[in-house]
């Protein structure tokens, strides 16, 4: 089981975006993640090889 490095909690994965705010345009980038469970605001990234966990 995977833990928050933050809090300690429990990390589910899910999906995730970051939107960055450019000069006069805005990106958002969705991705898979490690989302701390208390959401403390800790996530990771995952890195494209997802893995099935059946
Ligand atoms: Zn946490």
């Not at 928050?4 to 999906?15: I, P, R, V």
């Not at 969705?30 to 208390?38: D, G, H, N, P």
Request: glycine share 6%; hydrophobic share 35%; proline share 0%.
């Amino acid at each position: 089981m995977k833990k928050c490095k933050q809090c300690g909690s429990t990390m589910k994965e899910d999906a995730w975006e970051e939107i960055h705010l450019m000069d006069d345009h805005m990106i958002v980038d969705s991705f898979l993640a490690w989302v701390c469970e208390k959401q403390c605001g800790y996530y990771e990234k995952m890195n494209g090889d997802i893995q099935d966990a059946n």
